[in-house]
């Protein structure tokens, strides 16, 4: 059972790149989360999935995009790459939204954008 | 606009003491709590929570007190240990999580 998985671990864009940061998770939840820390900050949410087909935007939304095609995995699109968008970001999952059951985090993939 | 606040950034404490660090919130409605413990290089991992029914609950050496009333809760470690220094978030579950800036322990041997 590897729970919350995340890739790439690092990576290097430069300004108006495109990249697509992976999540998987097999435990079979059915919400999904993105989330960005900067340093110093908090957890910001990006996006979130309550299910296969289904996303909404959270906090802190522009500059990304997701799809949800399966329950298992939550992919993050970056289109063109900004220095601000240089952050820490997580994925992670939950059961089901009646539950008060804690969220799963994936190991984070670090960004950086020059 | 920061919802859940952790306005210390930094504790050290002793080996042994009690570790307390707080945590404070605006949203009233907020109906459930959670303490998150995180190491460098990893996501952060579920620790303790408590239901805004309750007024502390307990998981070994953690408790969790809420006051409601004042919106603050606050985390005690007793006793502390080096392998409890990490960075602590708490949050707050509203119609989504609500993560406060993080409190960084260091437990001195």
């Known amino acids: 059972n590897a729970g919350v998985t995340q890739t790439p671990k690092f990576r290097i864009l430069k300004i108006g790149q495109s990249m697509t940061l992976q999540c998987t998770q097999d435990?079979?939840?059915?919400?999904m989360y993105w989330y960005r820390q900067d340093p110093g900050m908090g957890l910001k949410l990006i996006y979130y999935s309550v299910g296969a087909g289904i996303t909404d935007k959270g906090e802190v939304p522009n500059g990304y995009n997701v799809s949800r095609s399966t329950t298992e995995d939550f992919p993050l699109r970056l289109e063109l790459a900004a220095p601000s968008q240089t952050s820490v970001y997580f994925c992670?999952?939950?059961?089901?939204?009646?539950?008060?059951?804690?969220?799963?985090f994936g190991p984070g993939t670090r960004l950086l954008v020059l | 606009d920061q919802q859940v606040k952790q306005n210390s950034p930094s504790l050290s404490v002793q080996e042994g003491r009690i570790s307390i660090l707080n945590c404070d919130y605006t949203n009233s409605m907020f109906d459930y709590f959670l303490w998150y413990k995180k190491y460098p290089a990893e996501g952060p991992t579920f620790l303790i929570s408590?239901?805004?029914?309750?007024d502390k609950n307990e998981d070994g050496r953690f408790t969790v007190f809420l006051n409601k009333s004042a919106k603050h809760l606050s985390l005690h470690i007793v006793p502390s240990q080096p392998g409890d220094s990490a960075v602590y978030f708490c949050a707050a579950l509203g119609n989504q999580f609500y993560f406060g800036t993080g409190t960084s322990l260091t437990v001195i041997p």
């Open positions: 408590i239901s805004s029914i309750k």
């Open positions: 992670a999952s939950r059961p089901w939204r009646g539950s008060q059951e804690t969220q799963y």
């Open positions: 435990m079979n939840h059915n919400y």
